[in-house]
């Protein structure tokens, strides 16, 4: 393996961290994925059945 | 007669309004309440519902609510003899009142500020389609969407108003009274009732204000401070019409503030006095609407022996006396329930309440409906000057005339969506789509350059160019496509198109045990299957919720599109556009039959009526429209480069190792290969038996735009090859029906429940598998391989 190899890995690994990061950001308080998440807040509260 | 019997454009005044329950009380609020006028518009093209215009605005009824109605014909209402008197009364000087202003004014005792640092919460308050979320993003700088449709809200937001950070205002989803009808409405009312807010903004449409106030009357009866912000108030002033602000604000005994929320005006004065009268407490000046001398003061006297009666039960339990009381005269269960009445005080209650119906000749909730909209004609009166026919009502009327007209409607319907199909997939959305690709593979040409220069191990290359750049990329140059169809969605939202379209198919719908409301949610569904299935709260029976939220699947939302752009590319070149509008035809389809099944077996009975109110038609918003887009830009982008990513990488792992975690060189002997073979048997049936595909389509759960990467990164580029036409038509077929992503199954979990979550799962893959096998054996029979 030669250095560019070492910096390749690295920055997928780096890639893979930080889009790991993003899901769980995106989870924090809300958890339905829609596109407002998490400021819509429309999963905080659960419908009146 | 009743209102079904009138002709198109005949007037009529109500007598009675019949039926029952939570309906009834829901037109009553409405307005639609004995001695009111009203004009029948017209009926729908298919006969049924029809719309009629009362107290300035537009109504839906059902034929079957419309007959219990009984009214009697009037000469047609003269608005602008009716204005030239009002003119007369307007031209009374009233002095400023001055409410929730600074200075030494505090009225009730009130005046003790709130400890500093205490953090302000306002509830914000109103109609629907009212301009709440227009007001909310102006207090607070956000981009909540807006839409021009009632119920776009259907749950609450916070946010602190600007330059204020100690505060807090949430916007709550529209109501027309303090009687939920519908599942979003208890989440406003509540609100108010448990969560105390400091001060309550109330937001009304000034343009339609007897209806407005109905609910400002019950808000006021709480007793909490609270501001009333006239919305709307340029389109009022622009067609001639005025309000005599002081003399409003004297009769309400709480601050009004006329605002445009829309052009940002007057929201600086409505921020000043909400702050005031939420930290000095200023509670409002009158609760007491009753009428002594009308009609022998039987409400009067009736509200108050109620009031008398239930006093240290309304203190004991926290709930505003007057709105106690109230609510128990109109028969509110959970008030009563929560009042907690030994059953002396019950019976007492009952023969006050029977006393009452005696002697005001009217059942209790009409007559607590009349004495509302009394005190509202007796505002109105004094402070309003009504405006000329607005030009936004004679625009939607004309545009009506042809999208809802009886033999224009369903083919201009059909017109529209037939357009927005073509433009997405046929012009525009391909067009940019080609430009995109074009820059990625010139991209991903020059890494592969750079790195056969550096001479980078060719696994690393694997994984950079077959892994990343072609699962990425691939699903990047979908984001054109994707963006158009929500561009197009907005507009028809913006626009107060979609109320028409679900007035124009309630009838065909109701067919199918849904009521028009239903019609929203499932074109939602064509954008995202989660904001859809959260839309279904605007729905106000569990029935009827149910059977929409079940149904929104089968609508093919956005992230299928890449999978169905990616095979007819491939398979059906040319017929791109026709193909894909077929399929969403079948999605349509599949929805139609499992909701007949449905209604025949698990959701018996008839769809909730269908009773909305029809906005005018605007101009979207530029601003409201593309902060949608940008929104869904970014959400695209960011699941490209989180849940994509995660997925291509993890798919070209496990299809590059084996289990000892050796680069193998057939990729049938990898991990995946292992893992998906499991799957085989059940999918080879349906010709989709290769692991390749079935893997893709496991990821499909996570993202549906991640089968596209995935088949990119197993089948390396070279799909047209390893596939038949066959199967890739299954493929389709089985993409468009099989289970929604995690996200949309979390939201069908959230709403109705786990159980009903994984019946999803299961019943969609089962109807895809089923679609496609069908798909193959008429494939088989014409002779396609």
Known sequence: ?49 | MTINELKTGQSARILTVGGEGALRQHLLDMGVIPGVELTLVKFAPMGDPIEIRINHYELTLRLDDAKRIEVEPVERRDEAAEKIIKKKKLQMQTAHPGLGEDGIFHPKGSGEPLPEGTKLTFALVGNQNCGKTTLFNQLTGSNQHVGNFPGVTVDRKDGAIRGFSDTCITDLPGIYSMSPYSAEELVSRDFVLLEKPHAIINILDVTCIERSLFLTMQLLEMDVPMVVALNMMDEMVGNGGSVDVNALEEMLGTPVIPISAAKNEGVEELIHHAVHVAKYQEKPLRQDFCDKQADGGAVHRCIHAVIHLIEDHAKRVGLPVRFAAAKLIEGDERVLEQLNLDENEKETLSHIIVQLEKERGLDRNAAMADMRFRFIYKVCDRCITKPKESREHIRSEKIDKVLTGKFTAIPGFILIMALVFFLTFGLIGPFLQDLIEQGISRLSAAVQGWMESGQVSPVLRSLVIDGIFNGVGSVLSFLPVIVTMFFFLSLLEDSGYLARIAFVMDKLLRKIGLSGRSIVPMLIGFGCTVPAVMSTRTLPSARDRKLTILLTPFMSCTAKLPIYSFFVNCFFPGNAWWIITGLYLLGILMSVLVALLFKKTLFRGEAVPFVMELPNYRMPGFVNVWHLLWDKAKDFLKRAFSVILIATVAVWFLQSFSFRFNLIEDPKDSILAAIAGLLVPVMSPVGLGDWRIITSLVSGFMAKESVVASMEVLFSGDLAASLTKLTAASMLVFSLLYTPCVAAIAAVKRELGGKWAVGVVIWQCLIAWLCALAVRLIGLSLGMV
């Open chain 1, 1 to 49: 393996m030669n250095i560019w190899d070492y910096c390749i890995l690295g920055a997928v690994l780096i890639a893979l961290v930080v889009a790991v990061l993003v899901i769980k950001k995106g989870k924090s308080g809300c958890s339905c994925g829609c596109s407002s998440c998490p400021s819509c807040n429309t999963c905080k509260k659960k419908p009146e059945k």
